[in-house]
């Protein structure tokens, strides 16, 4: 299943299918309804194989995410449409023996409801990775996992939060457990809630605690190489071939290596034009023996999707990252029994955002050092928000600071930003990614997820972690570089002086040499909002749209004026994708296809 969709009320089925299906601009799903005196239930097919919901005389149960399964095998992956896993979840969890912290791995959401009791219990993986937002009132009750849905079942489509508003514009996310939308709140990670008898009740089957699990550094490095592996090797197992993202980086170098090299390996990398990053993308793939196949956006690409990919994500999660939403159809992702990404490893597994010494984003040739204490309880302060509004935004990430401090007091600056995953602001990257087609990430699994829990934060900087755990997978690449002017087989300190020379070099290069335009992967984001297409909409959704929301938005006229400058590029963005929800997901902005 791609997405479920819950109500109290009888007899909405017509009103459920319709909300779901119109998270999709292009290419909606099916949907299919259940009903009865416990309420309605609507779920929409998914493109994992094995996954289709499931109805007893007793139970109705359905599982968002195609999770692996640990207690069995999953052969199913590469069968057709079935309910065999879920059928096989249901069966484990009669029996009471069902343990969601290990016996399934990586990113879900199940849904199961006792026709008999009336009783409604939804369970969510570690991190949230799937989150399921719930809105309660007197006599109703609504909860699913797309915001814009379970906000248009219960009323308040529309209904924004001003300070939630603001808070996505100046952070890029809204604060957990908070939405978009007033009376819409986020329901926990790794925890079983029930709607019963007997009122609302919450379990807590695991939360990401701060304790030492491993011994030394080399031994969390191989029970999380052979967790990865073990992964990997459950996913393929009866698979001949996959589709990768690949770069010029490490993490999909990395992700290289651990496919297995018996499968048939297509490479996709998207770009502007072949710069850099995909000359040294090309190099890994041809040494890994996988097929490269670049595809290049046009310069109005990302305005070109915001209106299917902002409906797709839902509000309050940053558009820009469905990097793959109209590729998935030139490329035929779907085809694929399993697409491999390598995302969240920088944030698990090297410390991306423990508390270091500045200088390391802009100098990355320099060691990092980590620092005690936090700043992410500092008081919101900016010069285009009213003073009442910061001081709101400021009590949020407090709050939610406190919560994690509970069980990380030492690490909680890092993790503020971990847990739930949807205070990391790319995470929509994968929203998408598993509704377009059978995604897979491995550093999403719960092998890694664990081991980032158990490991201080000392071991995961300069790459220590990774490094020795993805030594085997980054061997045959040894002497390829890095796109940054790293060797990612060597150790930070072989490295340091080693990637100092080619920055340099670099650095002076593209300031008075040859070297011009955009060397990465991502978008260049200024090219982009310099067209005649992009201030069209500025007009139509920033101006006339959020500007007309509420009266206190003016005030980030200043913002737009700024636009220009790299640190106001995101506010910007979010600005953008904001006015769009106010105008209406209906209205199209050219082709949503690259």
Known sequence: MSDFLFTRHLDQSVELARAI???????APEVITYQGAWGTLAVSKGHYRGFDSLETDRHVMAVVGGPVLYFRDNHFLSAGPSCEATRAIYQRWLSGDMDWENDLSGPFAVILIDKQTAEIQYVTDLMGFIPVYEAAGDDSLVFGTHVDAVAAVAGLAGRYD???????ILHNVVTYPHTLYEGVLQGAPGTVTTHGAGGRREYNYWLPEETQGFPSLNAAAQDLRQGMEEYVGRVTESMDEVAQFISGGEDSRALSGLLPGRLKRDAYIFLDQM??????????ADVYGASFHPQYRTVEHYLSILPEAATLIGAGHQYTHAHSLGFHRTCDLQRYPAVFGGYLADSLLKGCFARKLRGT???????EFGLDGETRTQTVVHDAVPESVLVEITERRRQHYQAVARFRPITAHEWFVLWPATMRFAIPNFFSTRRLFRSYEPFMSHCVVKTAAAVPTSWKLNRRLFNRTA????????????ADGRLPYFPFWVNSPLQFGVWSYRDIAERIGPVKGNQGPWADWLATMRTPEWEAAEERYIRQGLFGLDAQFHRFERLLERKSEESNVSPYLNMMQMGFGVVGRDERIGDTAP
């Open 162 to 168: 001003t300070v939630s508003i603001t808070d996505f």
């Open 275 to 284: 710069n850099r990053e995909g000359k040294l993308a090309a190099q890994v």
């Open 471 to 482: 030594k085997p997978w980054l061997k045959p690449s040894k002497f390829t570089f890095h």
């Open 21 to 27: 299906q119109a998270i999709y601009l292009a290419d």
């Open 361 to 367: 984003v802009r100098f990355p040739f320099l060691p």
